[in-house]
């Protein structure tokens, strides 16, 4: 059976690929065990676009660690950081308290919405080219294919019995790919400590035992899920394959391939004519291309991580055989109906999700950077003591007690005044401040500092139970004020 | 299992048993899960080899140790030390530093005081006091200006440390006479002498009679310790009767009850149960509580 197969021709020069999409829907059994797929190695823009694509963001991803930026003598230098210890991040001009975590929250929901944006016109891009799970698999199948050869000689290593040909294959194989995922738990960590201090202090065992463990953490999910799970991964345990379903509609471009040019498809004999058949000549180049393991023909399938490969290896194959390329392209669900019947294609990129999309993202930018450019450097909290609500003291007068939190985000060390507008005849004593400073206060760089202060309002001032009380804070030097309200509280009038 | 029942429709195995016509496909583990599950088990024999595990006979402890020999116990007073040895330091400052403003003047220190003092409050004094340091009838309010024995930092170590009528050979101590249950005065005697004492905080409304009857039993009876104008003796721990502060509670009932039956308010003694900067440091909390007092009161100087 196979020998006869093995002689197949689709087309004068083009071999026909002895191979069944392992990931084929109509094939597949829920306990099936995982067969391996080999991608063979396709040449063309969409690959090219994916290898410049890789460096970029590998690149992005080792180097960022090292950008500086200067942020004065109080904070570090590290332009992107994630500093737990110093409960701070860092990105460039932003920098986040933990307070202002609702400025994460804003990130992540535009980059949720972007992705959103981008699923409704272009489909799976994120899969397809920028997921971290797409970039390391395919660097790892990069090094894969380095070590092993292109596809039919994978699987003939593969079913070779073990030889010290196989073994420094296989052994250099998961050598490198050991050394790349230590090297991107090694970059992780640099995230989130000073990368220069770090990496001199990792090698020697001076780093502390966190980093050691989500660079072992790291190390090891990115050799099982980039090496051994694959496409694993986008398959079962990504959520992100169910919810695009719902992202994306009949006018968003998909990889596809064209049901009205290609069918019905069959080999092509030298000399025949190309009339009252498909262009597609049933090699299954693009079933041997798919890191998936799924046949593109089939239509969009939820496997498909639309990452192109497929594209570029029929496009090849349709300049062997001298037909127009893209009978594998992006093209959308709507067009490939029109085509069908006859009609032109339409592309429809205004949308309503589309603009919903795109709006929701535009007001959630908008509202981020509002925050960001507005975001105060002081920031005042006051808080009344709630046991007991109130104090009596002898002479009947009534004293409340407050904390006052003054935020101080700037990097130096700074000086605030504080006035307080309160019931008539309040007095103030700020605990463990020198009555001789008044109501000016200190408060380092970088820190938020609480003072306990105790305003009495005499008996005679006492009309109601609840007046009002306005701390307002203001630093040296600096018009800025911020203020913050609270009441004072007392039995009552006597 | 005598025989396989397989499912007509999918072709798998059942388990064979049947509810109202429904059986329950065999369906196989998920291999990932299998696997998690045997290494689960390879851990636990790693873990009974490790950890303490299985009862064993007396002599053993009456558990396997494991050959790490780890122990929560053990574990739990380490950290107990290593904690307490990490506030040594503070601990040996609060010691050294006796006075208010040498503690104050530390910022650090001044902070690791409060802190220790609040969690103590909350361990030994809040029962009685309240968890805000509010006091309670009977109970005195620790955040007024009001100090029965003295608001400044010493003093209120001092009781602190001694107590006020406890078992300690140094406490603060008096005694005020229950004038009604002991018989002193009698019911009416009682009512005058309250509604003088009433008046001497602003009360009106009292009979002129009654006020001079009571003022005249005043001069008599509670001079003595609380001043000829009520305005108390700290040294005695007699409370100022002109002001707004009742330790008793201030309605006429309240004043009444506290002159027949003659309180006796015992605080214990803290030396030897706490350590001395403990004592400090919840002398410092209390200090800052809002009522502290600059400097001792000369003595005498009460009745100003």
């Known amino acids: 059976m196979s020998t006869a197969r093995h002689n197949l021709i689709s087309a004068p020069g083009v071999p026909t690929h002895d191979v069944e999409a392992v990931n084929d829907a109509k094939r597949r059994e829920l306990y099936k065990k995982r067969e391996p797929i080999y991608p063979k190695l396709v040449h ?6 994916k290898w410049m694509f890789m460096a970029l963001a590998l690149g992005a991803y080792y180097f960022i660690p090292f950008l500086r930026w ?13 500093d737990f210890e110093g409960r701070r991040f860092y990105f460039f001009f932003i920098e986040i308290w933990p307070q ?12 949720a919405l972007l992705l959103f ?26 090094i894969e294919r380095l070590f092993e050869g292109d596809r039919n000689k994978r699987i003939k290593l593969d079913r070779a019995k073990w030889s010290f040909n196989k073994a420094w294959r296989k052994i250099g194989k998961h050598s490198v790919w050991l050394v790349i995922a230590a090297a991107t738990g090694g970059a992780w960590i640099l995230y989130f400590h000073d990368a220069f201090d770090t990496l001199s202090h990792f090698f020697t065992g001076g780093s502390p035992i966190s980093a050691y463990l989500f660079f072992g953490i790291l190390t090891f999910t990115t050799y099982m899920l980039a090496g051994t799970m694959r496409e694993q991964v986008c398959i079962y345990m990504c ?9 994306t509609d009949r006018d968003a471009l998909n990889v596809a391939y ?22 597609c000549i049933d090699c299954k180049a693009c079933v041997v291309a798919c890191p998936m393991g799924i046949d593109i023909r089939e239509g969009s399938q939820l496997e498909c991580i639309q990452c192109a490969l497929c594209i570029d290896a029929c496009d090849d194959i349709m300049k062997k055989v001298d037909r127009p390329t893209g009978l594998i392209s992006y093209d959308t669900d709507i067009n490939i109906d029109r085509r069908r019947e006859g009609l032109k294609p339409i592309y429809r990129f205004l949308r309503p999700r589309v603009l919903v999309y795109a709006i929701s993202l535009a007001i959630a930018g908008s509202i981020m ?20 609500n109130f104090v009596q003291l002898s002479d009947g007068s009534v004293r409340n007690g407050y904390t006052l939190k003054i935020i101080n985000r700037t990097h130096e060390d700074r000086e605030y005044t504080i006035r307080i507008d309160g019931p008539e005849g309040l007095e103030w004593r700020i605990l463990g401040q020198e009555e001789t400073r008044g109501l000016i206060v200190d408060v380092p ?15 005679e001032a006492i009309t109601v139970t609840n007046q009002s009380v306005l701390f307002t804070v203001s630093p040296e030097g600096s018009e800025e004020t911020r203020t913050a309200e609270t009441v004072f509280l007392s039995g009552g009038s006597q | 299992m005598s025989e396989k029942h397989i499912d007509q429709e999918t072709g798998t195995e059942t388990t064979g048993h049947e509810w109202d016509g429904i059986r329950e496909l065999d369906n196989p583990l998920p291999r990932w899960w299998l696997w998690i599950f045997y290494a689960c088990i390879a851990w636990s024999v790693v873990y009974w080899v490790l950890m303490p595990a299985w009862p064993a006979p007396p002599g053993m402890q009456g558990f396997t140790e494991g050959v790490i020999g780890n122990s929560e116990r053990v574990n739990v007073a380490e950290d107990m030390n290593a904690l307490q040895s990490s506030r040594s330091d503070h601990f040996a400052q609060l010691q050294a530093a006796g006075s208010y403003d040498a503690i104050e003047a530390d910022p650090a220190l001044f902070r690791f005081a409060l802190a220790a003092g609040q969690s103590n409050f909350a361990n030994f004094c809040a029962t009685c006091h309240g968890a805000g340091a509010q006091g309670f009838t009977g109970y005195p309010n620790l955040n007024d200006d009001v100090w029965l024995w003295g608001g400044s930092f010493d003093d209120i170590r001092t009781t602190l440390q001694y107590g006020i009528r406890s078992d300690h050979a140094e406490t603060r101590y008096s005694q005020m006479p229950a004038f009604g249950a002991d018989g002193l005065l009698s019911r009416e005697e009682i009512r005058n002498v309250r509604d003088y004492v009433l008046s001497l905080s602003g009360g009106t409304g009292f009979d002129a009679a009654a006020l001079n009857a009571g003022a005249e039993i005043f001069a008599s009876q509670c001079v003595s310790c609380h001043g000829d104008q009520g305005q108390g003796d700290r040294t005695q721990g007699a409370p100022n009767l002109t002001d707004a502060i009742w330790l008793y509670g201030g309605s006429p009932e309240q004043v009444e009850n506290t002159i027949w039956r003659g309180p006796f308010g015992v605080m214990p003694a803290w030396e030897g149960r706490l350590n001395d900067p403990t004592i400090t440091a919840l002398a410092t909390y209390v200090y800052s509580l809002g009522g502290g007092e600059a400097e001792t009161a000369p003595e005498g100087a009460a009745g100003e």
């Open chain 1, 44 to 49: 063309g823009k969409f690959r090219f676009a």
């Open chain 1, 258 to 279: 064209r049901v009205d040019r290609g069918e019905p498809r069959g080999a092509h004999k030298k000399g025949e004519s190309w009339d009252a058949r498909g262009d």
């Open chain 1, 70 to 82: 200067d942020r004065g003598l109080s904070a570090p230098d590290q332009a992107v950081l994630v």
């Open chain 1, 117 to 142: 944006l981008v699923s409704a016109l272009f489909g799976r891009v994120w899969c397809g080219y920028a997921c971290p799970q797409t970039v390391w698999t395919d660097l790892f199948i990069a």
């Open chain 1, 369 to 388: 950077v509002f925050g960001l450019t507005t975001r105060a450097s002081l920031d005042v909290n006051a808080t009344r003591d709630r046991n007991p």
């Open chain 1, 100 to 111: 202002e975590i609702y400025y994460i929250s804003g990130l992540l929901i535009m980059a």
């Open chain 1, 445 to 459: 760089a970088e820190r938020t500092q609480d003072f306990r202060i105790f305003l009495t309002v005499p008996r």
């Open chain 1, 239 to 247: 959520p992100w394959p169910r919810i695009q379903a719902a992202m």
